[in-house]
């Protein structure tokens, strides 16, 4: 027990870490990680929403500093993405559906991020505008929002490849309205899965350090340092390797 939870603890440091770095809060890798190692599925949704919400907040500080948050780009995603979210996270599937779905949503995660990587390698990057068309936004915050809150996915894993294949504002905006989707909704799915008397882990204070250490490196090393395009391969390789032990779990 000792050696599992020391070893999910370094897994979720390196998941938040690179989530961090290419301005996700990394709840789709936490899910994928905590399967690999056999956790109840009762006990991975919250425990990843609980961590998704410190990555996101410290990827939504580091935004709204830098001068790339603005609510007229967030909100009408954010309008209906945190009541389905809530709803979504009162839903609780049985195992035999749950590893299942989280593994096809984490291939899904997979190809979107090396597809989207490698066909805009060396293309200036196109935004119609700065600001997404009100009613569409809102449709998909609700949409994305059930998801995020019945899997214990944040969303924005796959708000922001919506918002980039839209044209709807351009990727550093994309990553800010993400990490705020992803602080909103994760802390509205954490309640709604709350009402339903869920246990966290003995553990998840040390998988809470590790992840906020995490995502303040990936932040720094993200917005510094490492190629995003490097990044989001890595990433897309985790996905699809943890999407299919789950797949067969």
């Avoid at 027990?1 to 370094?10: D, H, R, Y």
């Avoid at 899910?31 to 006990?43: E, F, K, Y």
């Avoid at 390698?121 to 196109?126: I, L, N, Q």
């Avoid at 992803?182 to 992840?211: D, E, F, I, K, R």
């Amino acid at each position: 027990m000792v050696n599992e939870t020391v070893g999910l603890t370094a897994l979720i440091l390196a998941v938040a870490t690179l989530y961090a770095a290419v301005g996700q809060a990394g709840a789709s890798g936490y899910l994928a990680v905590m399967g690999i190692v056999g956790l109840d599925p009762a006990t991975m949704k919250p425990t990843a929403l609980a961590l998704n919400l410190l990555v996101a907040g410290i990827g939504t500080v580091r935004f709204a500093r830098a001068g790339l948050f603005t609510w007229r780009a967030f909100y009408p995603f954010g309008v209906l993405g945190m009541p389905f979210s809530f709803l979504g996270g009162t839903m609780h599937l049985p195992p035999h559906l749950y590893y299942p779905l989280v593994g096809a949503i984490l291939l899904l995660a997979a190809l979107e991020l090396a597809r989207s990587t490698w066909a805009t390698r060396g293309t200036p990057e196109r935004a119609d505008s700065t600001t997404p068309p009100f009613l569409p936004a809102l449709a998909a915050g609700a949409a994305v929002g059930f998801l995020s809150g019945m899997t214990g996915t944040g969303g924005g894993i796959f708000l922001a490849p919506l918002i980039l294949l839209m044209g709807w504002v351009e990727t550093r905006r994309a990553a800010a309205v993400s990490a705020a989707y992803n602080l909103l909704n994760s802390a509205a799915a954490l309640a709604g899965t709350w009402t339903t008397a869920t246990t966290l882990p003995a553990a998840l204070p040390w998988w809470l350090a590790a992840a906020g250490v995490g995502g303040a490196v990936g932040a720094w090393l993200g917005s510094r340092h490492l190629p995003t395009a490097t990044l989001r391969y890595l990433l897309a390789a985790i996905l699809a390797l943890s999407g299919l032990k789950m797949l067969t779990a």
